[in-house]
């Protein structure tokens, strides 16, 4: 016969599996030391302290009715439910058994049960990641409902499956993503491709989320890689990881990512129209142009407002490139609606939340001022842009520096020194000259910091913009 002690501790382990707690929970909630509530567990000490009780009741919120059950020892009791659905089983398979063959059963039963929710406890205990389908199914299990019990068993396995495979799985995603990356840094578009596509397969059949957001992560590097070295190679493949992540990410059933991916799709086909060949640049920017309002015709100013902001940002940009109007009216009506796309994404967007976007906006709004300004043939007008560019220029410097965030630093520095270069062009000779040398030290502090291996296209634009200054400077 078990001793009270071994019933308690067997009580004490079944409590803490319900309230999901640790012996170090316990202990420190009951004053008692773990290597003591551990030895009370395993059945080692026969007759607790009346304080010890005490202390680990009120922790665990033992019951009396619990507690004087553990100072007898009654047979295995099933709950009513489970009993009568377990008796009618019985009497189904063996219609011709006695009282006592049906006493005989239950008590096998009986003492399943309770070593089934014995072994259910200790799991919930090691694992609280799926203590709730563990409860669940004990509850179930009461009432005789094995289908419903077996589905929250089901559920449990999957947490369970998922929690002991998904570390494996991220060690050795984290390997192939570093043979993409080396194979990017060679120049190796379609090899790190291979690889990244490969290490985000590793998640499929584990959690197609999991498996689109480090897709998503790859794209990004692509792009970025794309931007710096105009490659049209590495903005195609970003352009495919995107188009398979939108098979994922539903605009019905995953707004925001939807949102997230078709304005990075669009931003790969506007990079696309500037850096492939001209006769598909019309194509590009109409695709880059649709995947903005798509994402502007499902979004609003209170529905997805940062994405809805975004995609003013980015439809912008198309409306102030030059190549899209056939006449030059119609191309200052265009700069017109991308101020004020602009500014509205001004007014959605916070420095303080989204201190990168927020520099985004003020640096692509001083771009677009700058070539209103070139734009205009009144010089007031002309200078009243300029100024407005080289304000919100100078405004996108609070959130870049050339520490953490070089790429967008050095975009500032080559957009404040082409602002100040137009706008020294409606000015009075001694501020054109200080705009001129502010524009000079801004693009030699930009050359002097990268490398024309690292950045080709920055480094010979930065080239060319420091000789019209010096140029100008010359003539003044």
């Given at each position: 016969?078990?001793?009270?002690?071994?019933?308690?501790?067997?009580?004490?382990?079944?409590?803490?599996?319900?309230?999901?707690?640790?012996?170090?929970?316990?202990?420190?909630?009951?004053?008692?030391?773990?290597?003591?509530?551990?030895?009370?567990?395993?059945?080692?000490?026969?007759?607790?302290?009346?304080?010890?009780?005490?202390?680990?009741?009120?922790?665990?919120?033992?019951?009396?009715?619990?507690?004087?059950?553990?100072?007898?020892?009654?047979?295995?009791?099933?709950?009513?439910?489970?009993?009568?659905?377990?008796?009618?089983?019985?009497?189904?398979?063996?219609?011709?058994?006695?009282?006592?063959?049906?006493?005989?059963?239950?008590?096998?039963?009986?003492?399943?049960?309770?070593?089934?929710?014995?072994?259910?406890?200790?799991?919930?205990?090691?694992?609280?990641?799926?203590?709730?389908?563990?409860?669940?199914?004990?509850?179930?299990?009461?009432?005789?409902?094995?289908?419903?019990?077996?589905?929250?068993?089901?559920?449990?396995?999957?947490?369970?499956?998922?929690?002991?495979?998904?570390?494996?799985?991220?060690?050795?995603?984290?390997?192939?993503?570093?043979?993409?990356?080396?194979?990017?840094?060679?120049?190796?578009?379609?090899?790190?491709?291979?690889?990244?596509e490969k290490a985000s397969n590793y998640f499929?059949?584990?959690?197609?989320?999991?498996?689109?957001?480090?897709?998503?992560?790859?794209?990004?590097?692509?792009?970025?890689?794309?931007?710096?070295?105009?490659?049209?190679?590495?903005?195609?493949?970003?352009?495919?990881?995107?188009?398979?992540?939108?098979?994922?990410?539903?605009?019905?059933?995953?707004?925001?990512?939807?949102?997230?991916?078709?304005?990075?799709?669009?931003?790969?086909?506007?990079?696309?129209?500037?850096?492939?060949?001209?006769?598909?640049?019309?194509?590009?920017?109409?695709?880059?142009?649709?995947?903005?309002?798509?994402?502007?015709?499902?979004?609003?100013?209170?529905?997805?407002?940062?994405?809805?902001?975004a995609s003013g940002t980015n439809l912008a940009?198309?409306?102030?490139?030059?190549?899209?109007?056939?006449?030059?009216?119609?191309?200052?009506?265009?700069?017109?609606?991308?101020?004020?796309?602009?500014?509205?994404?001004?007014?959605?967007?916070?420095?303080?939340?989204?201190?990168?976007?927020?520099?985004?906006?003020?640096?692509?709004?001083?771009?677009?001022?700058?070539?209103?300004?070139?734009?205009?043939?009144?010089?007031?007008?002309?200078?009243?842009?300029?100024?407005?560019?080289?304000?919100?220029?100078?405004?996108?410097?609070?959130?870049r520096d050339p520490t953490d965030m070089f790429?967008?630093?050095?975009?500032?520095?080559?957009?404040?020194?082409?602002?100040?270069?137009?706008?020294?062009?409606?000015?009075?000779?001694?501020?054109?000259?200080?705009?001129?040398?502010?524009?000079?030290?801004?693009?030699?502090?930009?050359?002097?910091?990268?490398?024309?291996?690292?950045?080709?296209?920055?480094?010979?634009?930065?080239?060319?913009?420091?000789?019209?200054?010096?140029?100008?400077?010359?003539?003044?």
């Open positions: 016969m078990d001793s009270f002690g071994a019933r308690f501790g067997r009580l004490i382990r079944d409590k803490r599996g319900i309230e999901s707690f640790s012996q170090d929970d316990l202990a420190q909630r009951s004053g008692l030391t773990k290597a003591r509530i551990s030895e009370i567990e395993r059945g080692r000490v026969n007759n607790p302290q009346t304080k010890t009780i005490d202390a680990i009741t009120v922790a665990l919120n033992i019951s009396k009715e619990e507690l004087d059950g553990c100072r007898s020892n009654p047979r295995p009791q099933l709950p009513p439910r489970l009993l009568e659905n377990l008796a009618l089983r019985f009497g189904y398979a063996n219609p011709d058994a006695s009282e006592d063959e049906l006493e005989a059963f239950l008590k096998e039963k009986a003492v399943e049960f309770r070593e089934m929710q014995e072994r259910l406890a200790q799991m919930n205990a090691l694992d609280s990641g799926i203590a709730t389908s563990i409860r669940a199914a004990n509850a179930a299990l009461e009432e005789g409902d094995f289908q419903l019990a077996d589905k929250h068993l089901q559920e449990a396995e999957q947490v369970q499956f998922t929690l002991a495979t998904l570390p494996a799985l991220e060690a050795q995603y984290q390997l192939r993503s570093e043979r993409a990356q080396a194979a990017l840094l060679a120049g190796e578009i379609n090899r790190a491709t291979q690889h990244w499929r059949h584990i959690d197609r989320k999991v498996e689109a957001e480090k897709r998503y992560g790859h794209c990004t590097r692509l792009r970025e890689y794309g931007y710096r070295y105009r490659s049209v190679e590495a903005l195609r493949a970003a352009e495919d990881a995107l188009e398979m992540n939108l098979t994922i990410w539903r605009k019905d059933e995953d707004l925001q990512n939807w949102c997230r991916s078709m304005n990075a799709l669009g931003a790969v086909h506007w990079r696309l129209s500037e850096f492939d060949v001209t006769e598909n640049f019309s194509a590009h920017i109409a695709r880059a142009k649709s995947c903005y309002e798509a994402v502007r015709e499902n979004c609003s100013e209170t529905i997805e407002p940062y994405y809805y902001a940009s198309i409306y102030s490139d030059r190549n899209l109007a056939v006449s030059d009216q119609e191309y200052r009506g265009n700069l017109e609606k991308s101020l004020a796309l602009q500014n509205l994404s001004l007014q959605l967007i916070s420095k303080s939340e989204r201190p990168v976007d927020w520099g985004i906006v003020q640096h692509n709004l001083g771009c677009s001022y700058t070539k209103y300004s070139q734009s205009q043939i009144d010089t007031q007008t002309s200078l009243k842009a300029a100024n407005n560019a080289v304000r919100h220029l100078e405004l996108s410097f609070e959130v790429q967008y630093w050095i975009a500032s520095c080559r957009s404040l020194g082409e602002a100040l270069i137009v706008r020294s062009q409606h000015q009075e000779k001694s501020q054109a000259l200080s705009d001129l040398q502010r524009a000079h030290e801004l693009l030699s502090e930009a050359a002097a910091k990268m490398t024309k291996k690292e950045h080709p296209h920055q480094w010979v634009e930065v080239q060319e913009q420091l000789s019209e200054c010096s140029e100008r400077l010359l003539n003044m």
